[in-house]
């Protein structure tokens, strides 16, 4: 498949399919080595000398200067021409509607995530805090824009998503005698007289109870975790303790007097199967906390933390921001567009994933679409050609693909295949 030259080339050199070279993080949380899929990928994907001996977290595929993708020249192999340059000199690769709404840049990042051990609790800023936090400050806050996201689960994957239910926060209040002693019971007992037709109020009462359980002073928060502890040790003797309560216990030892440890219980508790889909928008909680998956969100990199971390937190910030949203989150399984290909439609203009399953010397299409698109080959061996090239494509490829490209596809072996583009909604809207 021929590549793009740096300086841009002819008007046919833009209209083609461009290999890019990814950028990795190595964060805490990620997976050892060999163990974590992004290492394998990113083996796959880089010429550079890996140490597998350091944890692998999340390999960015995108423009986000955080962490960019680069052009695969085709004549020495360097790669010192970032994806976002080449967009701002061949803008017309992203298509009218999109250059028109995002100007010169990808309107998503695209990631692949190996999760070993729990992520902070964390949300993100909607459009208007994040321009607020990225002028006031720029060093912790990298840009101005919003983050809603959409994790597609590779294998199990577990995270803590949004508020629960009413009903199951008042059996939380009953139940966890702790958090009525850290926030008193006055406050508690205002989510008995609440119903969940009155949404305005059920709001007002966990933004005062979450905000209070927050807000705990580092002495009383290590009291009340250790009380905690020794109770739930106590009655699973006498007892099976719940799923989110071995959760409890397995964070605690994790992140020992954190007040993440108590809030747990305020969030849903949810588990992926391979192939679902979780989606976020801006200010809601969550927490990634096992597994690995494919993740998609609007290219920002701009993360409020309040607890299960050692990063700097933003409790305030962060308990102001929320929407108080409670119940448990959609979850996405996909819809078959066409033979072997799933489309993952979140409700946000900014992205949606496809996901091609190809047996061996099978045969797919992915329409041109009049926007730009990322793919990511994650398994297996096949045959990749547009108008006028063509080439072999095997796992850990990254590919940029311009607007209004057909691909075609055939596999030489079963062919795992994921394509990051803008939402088909926003593409084909009146």
Not at 251 to 272: H, R, T
Not at 387 to 415: C, N, Q, R, Y
Not at 424 to 430: A, D, H, I
């Amino acid at each position: 498949m021929e590549i793009a030259k740096a300086n841009g080339g002819c008007e046919a050199d833009r209209r083609r399919l461009l290999r890019l070279k990814c950028s990795v993080k190595d964060y805490a949380w990620g997976t050892i080595g060999s163990d974590s899929l992004v290492y394998r990928v990113y083996t796959a994907n880089s010429d550079d000398q890996i140490d597998s001996t350091r944890p692998y977290a999340e390999l960015w595929m995108g423009t986000h200067e955080s962490g960019p993708s680069y052009l695969e020249v085709e004549d020495d192999g360097s790669s010192g021409v970032t994806l976002r340059s080449w967009i701002v000199e061949n803008p017309e690769c992203l298509g009218d509607r999109v250059l028109e709404k995002w100007g010169c840049d990808l309107p998503f990042l695209f990631k692949v995530l190996s999760v070993a051990r729990p992520l902070s609790i964390q949300a993100h800023p909607d459009k208007v805090l994040a321009k607020k936090m990225h002028k006031a400050h720029p060093n912790l806050y990298k840009d101005d824009n919003h983050k809603p996201e959409m994790a597609l689960a590779y294998t199990q994957f577990e995270a803590l998503c949004g508020f629960v239910p009413l009903q199951e926060l008042k059996s939380v209040i009953r139940a966890i005698p702790e958090i009525e002693e850290l926030v008193g019971s006055e406050e508690t007992n205002q989510v008995f007289c609440i119903s969940e037709h009155d949404d305005e109020k059920v709001k007002s009462v966990v933004r005062t109870i979450f905000t209070l359980l927050m807000s705990a002073g580092p002495d009383t928060t290590k009291q009340i975790v250790f009380k905690l502890k020794r109770r739930l040790h106590l009655e699973s003797q006498e007892r099976h303790l719940t799923d989110k309560e071995r959760l409890v216990l397995k964070l605690e030892k994790q992140y020992p007097n954190d007040i993440g440890v108590i809030s747990a219980f305020f969030f849903n508790y949810v588990k992926l199967n391979p192939g679902e889909a979780l989606y976020l928008g801006a200010n809601e909680p969550h927490a990634y906390l096992f597994g690995e998956c494919i993740e998609v969100m609007a290219t920002s990199d701009n993360v409020v933390r309040a607890g299960l971390t050692s990063k700097p937190l933003d409790i305030q910030s962060l308990c102001s921001m929320l929407t108080y949203k409670l119940g448990f989150p959609e979850i996405l399984k996909g819809s078959k567009i066409r033979p072997y290909i799933t489309r993952y439609l979140p409700p946000f203009d900014e992205f949606e994933v496809d996901v091609c399953d190809l047996p061996c010397g099978a045969s797919t299409v992915f329409p041109s679409v009049p926007g730009p698109s990322l793919l990511l080959v994650l398994h297996g061996e096949g045959r990749m050609s547009t108008d006028g090239s063509a080439d072999e494509v095997s796992m850990g490829d990254v590919l940029f693909v311009p607007a209004d490209t057909e691909i075609h596809l055939k596999s030489s072996s079963d062919l795992k295949l994921y394509r990051a583009g803008v939402n088909n909604r926003f593409l084909y809207s009146l």
